[in-house]
């Protein structure tokens, strides 16, 4: 019932359970936070790259928010070399722009 690769479920008793998030990760469910991955233009070329690639239950979030967190190329990644689509969890990057990204992300509603 944790989400995320190093969020630990710690079983209460009673059918309950607590789980211990990783950084930058919240919630009782470790739900909510964001998520970094990498994506790299390599020699200048177009490139896509999926958050879900490393991170499979964001597929049960809703994305929000993306921000260039480490810059690891002497080409600046401005906003006019890369873009996120939130509905399919890709990015692309562009014109020698590679970095770190990071996506903010949240339990999607639930339906009634």
């Known amino acids: 019932p944790c989400h995320g690769k190093k969020a630990v479920c710690i079983n209460t008793f009673g059918g309950n ?3 211990l998030c990783e950084p930058g990760k919240e919630g009782d469910r470790c739900d909510q936070g964001s998520h970094c991955f990498p994506c790299f233009s390599v020699r200048w070329r177009n490139v896509t790259c999926s958050v879900y ?54 339990a999607k509603p639930m339906m009634r």
């Open 53 to 106: 690639d490393d991170a499979q239950f964001m597929r049960s979030m809703r994305l929000k928010a993306t921000v260039v967190d480490r810059q690891m190329s002497r080409t600046k990644c401005t906003e006019d070399k890369w873009g996120f689509d939130q509905n399919t969890g890709d990015m692309w990057v562009a014109r020698g722009c590679r970095a770190r990204f990071c996506v903010d992300f949240e």
């Open 17 to 19: 359970f607590k789980c």
